[in-house]
């Protein structure tokens, strides 16, 4: 259906809806909360199906309401037609009056904020905009939910992955001498698009040769040339993020190359064996961390191995010492991102979505990820 004035929530946004809202009451009353302020943009959509910038969400015992700006009334009648849902329209800066008037409704004289979500400066224009209603800062109450995914969740991650990868080969395929890492990045995000992602998930990194080795490197004008190649990107469709990285190299790989590339295989292989309900996620940073520091890298590995993804690229939980006690649970995405990185020479980081199930793990991907992979003809072949 694509006319917006005839759209209407499907049972099953409805059902996903009373089901997320649900949760998020249990650990509301649990906090002692009678209201909390949604006004992280994913978490609002997580909960609604809605997204549109600077809307705020209400949540009480009994009502869910969407708090916006006329940019969205055309778009909100369909939330505003589901029993589920209430919405309210005013100027952006009269979104605390809105607030104001249904505590008042509701006898509420205290209000949760997500604290990971607001800035000082909006909580203290909110709070003057409601004087006598108090602010209390929460943290993880939305998120905590999110962590683990549905099969309607996966699904659209397997999606991502499944385009993502398509891109990356039709990149590759028309690759030629001459084409700059820019070009390379805006090439793989066109193909993202026409697969049928919304974007990509993230700014994607595309290092060549000695830029390989800066882990969060920003595409420029360096050709890609023989040498190493590192590729982090991910896409997102319909709201939800795949995230991979794959290093090749063209032509013959520099030293000490290959015997890093065999280490950071052998630690991705070795933390994905790790992952499992109930494991903890400091232990299987360790698991992948031990592996390179006894090949005598492990300064060169300076990140987390990973992260969940979902609405976000990067979601609780994290896998990374300071992990400890917080466990896998089944539902979860991971990422699993061993890397080491020899500035000068190259970096190897390679990267897979990894679902947990209840007996064990799921890799998501299905790009080859072994060393005879990752070695490509030299470019000087492919000159017309």
């Known amino acids: 259906m694509t006319d917006v004035a005839s759209m209407e929530l499907t049972p099953q946004q409805v059902a996903s809806g009373q089901i997320r809202l649900s949760s998020l009451r249990d650990r509301m009353a649990t906090a002692d909360l009678k209201g909390l302020i949604v006004s992280n943009e994913h978490d609002i959509w997580y909960l609604t199906g809605f997204v549109g910038h600077s809307a705020l969400l209400l949540v009480t015992a009994e009502r869910a309401v969407i708090i916006c700006d006329r940019r969205y009334e055309e778009l909100l009648q369909a939330w505003a037609a589901c029993d589920l849902f209430e919405v309210v329209m005013g100027a952006r800066h009269k979104l605390g009056v809105e607030i104001k008037r249904i505590a008042g409704e509701e006898d509420m004289d205290v209000i949760g904020i997500q604290a990971e979500a607001m800035t000082i400066g909006f909580r203290d224009g909110l709070a003057k905009s409601i004087d006598g209603i108090d602010l209390k800062p929460t943290t993880g109450l939305v998120s905590a939910i999110r962590r683990c995914k549905q099969p309607a969740e996966l699904e659209l991650v397997e999606r991502a992955i499944a385009i993502q990868e398509a891109a990356l080969a039709t990149v590759l395929e028309d690759l030629r001498p001459g084409i700059t890492e820019a070009q390379f990045t805006a090439r793989l995000e066109y ?176 790009w080859p990820r072994d060393l005879e992979s990752a070695r490509q003809p030299s470019l000087e072949t492919r000159r017309r």
Do not use: K
């Open 191 to 366: 193909e993202m698009r026409l697969g049928g992602a919304s974007g990509a998930s993230f700014e994607p990194i595309v290092g060549s040769g000695p830029n390989s080795s800066v882990i969060h490197h920003i595409p420029g004008d360096r050709p890609v040339t023989d040498g190493m190649l590192l590729v982090d990107w991910g896409a997102r469709v319909e709201g939800y993020c795949s995230d991979l990285t794959r290093t090749m190299c063209f032509g013959p790989m520099p030293e000490p190359m290959e015997r890093v590339y065999e280490v950071v295989l052998d630690a991705l292989e070795t933390a994905i064996a790790a992952c499992a309900p109930g494991a903890d996620c400091a232990a299987v940073d360790a698991a992948a961390r031990d592996v390179i520091t006894e090949a005598g890298w492990g300064d060169q590995f300076p990140h987390g191995l990973g992260h969940g993804v979902g609405m976000d690229v990067h979601e609780e939980p994290f896998f990374s010492n300071r992990s400890g006690g917080t466990t896998l649970e089944a539902g979860m995405i991971m990422t699993v991102e061993p890397g080491v990185y020899l500035p000068g020479i190259g970096g190897v980081r390679i990267e897979e979505d990894v679902l947990i199930t209840e007996t064990g793990h799921r890799v998501l991907s299905s």
